[in-house]
C-alpha cells in the first residue's frame, strides 16, 4: 500500500483531509464534498473530504513519474480472441438477443515504481492527453488510485436537473465516422433515455443534443445529450440503480449487453467503464465522468501493476479488425504518456 496522503483533484480543485469513506450512494445526498469511485462491477467509494480549494494542475516533475516501459504492456484479449469476440457479438446480433455490445480489455504493465504517485501521472496526463473530465482519486487505503483523462460524461447534477453526455462513434478525423457510428450513438441515447426516464419526472427527459462531432487529442467523437428533471423523492441511490453502468459502454438492450459482455471478458472492468467524479452534497451539484481513458494501480498481486482498459461498440455493421484498430488507436496516445513515450508535439512514439 503506498503511503501517500488521500487526495483527490477535478475540476481545477484539490481535495484534501479525508473525513469519511462509505460504500453507500445515500452518503451523498448528506453533506460535505465527496469523491467518488464506482468499479463497473459496482464497487462504490465515497469519500468525504474537509478541505476543497482551488489549485491548477501543476506542471509536470521530471522524475516524478516512472511509468511501465512501453513493450511492458498486455492484454486481458489479444488480437484473435477480440476479433473472435466481435463476431461472437454480431451472431448474438444475428440471434436478435442484442443491438449492440460494448467488447472491452485490461491492459496491465508493472510499475517499476512501488511508490508511484498517480497524482504524478494526472500531470503528464493535463499535458499530453487534456480531456474535459480528468481528475485524481489517491486513496491508497481503500484500494482506489485512479488518474483518469476521461472525455465523457456519465451523471452532472445541478438541484434536480441531471445530465448524461453519452460518446459512440469514434475516428481519427470526422471522415472516419460511418453511418455505423451514428447508428450506434442514436441507439444508446435511446438506452440513456431510458435509464433516466426512470428516475425523472414524467415527460421531463430530452436530448437537447445528438450526434455532436467533438476533436479529441488524436481523435473525434460523435457525442449526445440527454436531460431531465429527477422525480421528488429521487436522489443518488435511485440515479445509480438507473442508471449503472454506463449505458455508453454496456450496450443495447443493457441487460443482455451485460451478459455477453460476462461471458466474453477475461475478469473485472473494474474503474474502467465505471464513474469517477464528485460530489457536492452541499450545493447540490455533481460531475461523474465514464471511466475511460483511466489508469489505476492495482496492488493486490505480489508487485504493483499500472491496468488500463479499452474498448469498442460492436453493432451488426462493425468489421471485427476495424474494431480491434479503434481499441488500439483510444490507447497508443495515452499509453505512451504513461510510458514516457509521448513528446508534445503531438506525436507519440
Known sequence: MSDLAPLARFDGLIASGLQDVTHDPAALDSSGFWVVSADFEGRIVCARFSDVRREAVPAPVPGAWRGPAAGDWTSSLDRDAYTAGVRRIREHIAAGDVYQANLC????????????????????????????????????????????????????????????????????????????????????????????????????????????????????????????????????????????????????????????????????????????????ADRGTASLAVGIRTFWIDRTGPAPLLRFGTGAGITWGSDPEREWDETELKASRLLAVASGTHLETGRDA
Open 105 to 280: 480489455r485490461v491492459l496491465s504493465a508493472p510499475l517499476p515504481d512501488s511508490g508511484a504517485d498517480v497524482d504524478a501521472l494526472t500531470s503528464l496526463l493535463a499535458r499530453g492527453n487534456p480531456a474535459p473530465y480528468a481528475g485524481t482519486i489517491r486513496l491508497p487505503g481503500h484500494g482506489v488510485e485512479i488518474a483518469t483523462a476521461s472525455p465523457e460524461l456519465f451523471l452532472r447534477r445541478d438541484g434536480r436537473t441531471v445530465e448524461s453526455g453519452p460518446i459512440k462513434g469514434t475516428g481519427r478525423t470526422e471522415d472516419d465516422l460511418l453511418e455505423k457510428d451514428h447508428a450506434e450513438n442514436v441507439m444508446i441515447v435511446d438506452l440513456v433515455r431510458n435509464d433516466l426516464g426512470r428516475v425523472c419526472a414524467t415527460g421531463s427527459v430530452s436530448v437537447p443534443d445528438l450526434c455532436v462531432v467533438e476533436k479529441h487529442p488524436g481523435l473525434v467523437h460523435l457525442v449526445s445529450t440527454v436531460r431531465g428533471l429527477l422525480a421528488d423523492g429521487a436522489g443518488w441511490p435511485e440515479l445509480f440503480a438507473a442508471a449503472f453502468p454506463p449505458g455508453s459502454v454496456t450496450g443495447a438492450p443493457k441487460s443482455s449487453a451485460l451478459r455477453i459482455i460476462a461471458e466474453l471478458e477475461r475478469g473485472p472492468r473494474g474503474p474502467y467503464c465505471g464513474a469517477i467524479g464528485w460530489v457536492d
